[in-house]
């Protein structure tokens, strides 16, 4: 199984501001998977990071607003751009499992509060 | 399109009793897989179980296990002898191919009374 942490793990911002989310995993992983999850609602992909290419936006998000990087095969960033309230939400990163396709693991997420 | 179908907003379970959580799913391909998410109030994501499309049987682990109905394209999760610690949001999502994404369904909030 994969061990994902994720920093910050909660954050209070100013509207207007950006923040940058980061993902760390204790292995090498192809596919990266951004997920947000609005109060009282289900998760949602953003977009899929691989590492060497342009991330891949689900409809309704864009790079001006979440861009990622993916600098190598253990570590993406996701920044939440000119927050507005909105954008409270916990954002989850998620992998592959790396031996069973039967797995997808997800870190402990960043709950993002938007004043 | 993928959709994955939760029709139950909220269900109560006694201590120590089994529970069923419904879940359907629409898609067109073939090859599939379904999973099943508990999510506490501290909002991490734990993986349950997972049923592939082409498995002859059904999953389980420990005191889950999915009720999967393919012709009815049903993947409903079964929890035996419920605990207190079993209160929490409860997803399926389901996952076309190895590689591609999760869709979730509404989820499902399991209280479980003493």
């Known amino acids: 199984s994969a061990v994902i942490s994720q920093k910050p793990s909660r954050d209070i911002c100013q509207r207007g501001t950006s923040l940058t989310i980061q993902c760390q995993v204790d292995s090498q992983v192809t596919m990266m998977f951004w997920y947000r999850q609005q109060p009282g609602q289900s998760l949602t992909l953003i977009a899929t990071a691989n590492q060497g290419s342009e991330a891949t936006y689900e409809s309704g998000f864009v790079i001006d607003k979440f861009p990622i990087s993916r600098p190598n095969l253990t570590f993406s960033t996701l920044t939440v751009s000119n927050m507005s309230p909105e954008d409270s939400s916990i954002y989850l990163c998620?992998?592959?499992?790396?031996?069973?396709?039967?797995?997808?693991?997800f870190g402990p997420g960043t709950r993002l509060t938007v004043l | 399109a993928q959709k994955i179908t939760q029709t139950q907003p909220g269900m109560f379970v006694q201590e120590k009793e089994a529970v069923t959580l419904d879940c359907t799913y629409d898609t067109s391909d073939p090859s599939y897989g379904l999973f099943w998410y508990k999510q506490p109030s501290s909002g991490e994501m734990i993986f349950l179980i997972y049923?592939?499309?082409?498995?002859?049987q059904n999953a389980t682990e420990g005191r889950y296990s999915l009720n999967f109905q393919k012709a009815r394209k049903s993947a409903n999760l079964v929890i035996s002898a419920s605990q207190l610690g079993d209160s929490a949001m409860y997803f399926c999502?389901?996952?076309?191919?190895?590689?591609?994404?999760?869709?979730f369904g509404a989820g499902t909030i399991l209280r479980v009374k003493s």
């Open positions: 998620s992998v592959d499992g790396l031996a069973e396709e039967n797995e997808q693991f």
């Open positions: 999502a389901m996952r076309e191919a190895y590689g591609n994404k999760l869709v």
């Open positions: 049923q592939g499309s082409y498995d002859q």
